[in-house]
């Protein structure tokens, strides 16, 4: 079984910056494509931020583009961190790392979550 854990959640100012990582522990896998979730209260899940993982090609969602940053940390170990610049009260939510592995159609190994909140 995949684990993935995520770490640098927390409270911080608008303005402010918060760096997250995420790592993948447990069984040998390959990963595809591994991504940044994010669910508000209220609101559905949404992806933020997404690299493919052979080419290191990134994706962002409109309303982070130009503040976060996805990034393979360590490639071997799949481990990626995403990094929030700029951050606003509308960036509080609970962020998820996910991963697809190679041959899945879509994200199958998901992460707790770590809590982002923004205080205006």
């Known amino acids: 079984q995949v684990r993935l854990l995520e770490s640098g959640g927390g409270l911080v100012q608008a303005g402010g910056s918060l760096r997250l990582s995420c790592t993948a522990s447990g069984r040998p896998f390959s990963a595809a494509a591994m991504g940044w979730f994010r669910q508000a209260p209220g609101k559905a899940r949404e992806l933020v931020a997404r690299?493919?993982?052979?080419?290191?090609?990134?994706?962002y969602a409109d309303s982070v583009k130009g503040r976060f940053r996805i990034t393979r940390a360590n490639a071997a170990k799949y481990t990626t961190s995403l990094q929030m610049s700029s951050l606003n009260p509308e960036d509080t939510a609970v962020y998820y790392c996910?991963?697809?592995?190679?041959?899945?159609?879509?994200?199958?190994?998901w992460g707790q979550g770590t809590q982002v909140t923004v205080a205006s």
């Open positions: 996910a991963a697809q592995r190679t041959g899945a159609t879509d994200y199958d190994s």
């Open positions: 690299i493919r993982w052979a080419n290191g090609e990134t994706y």
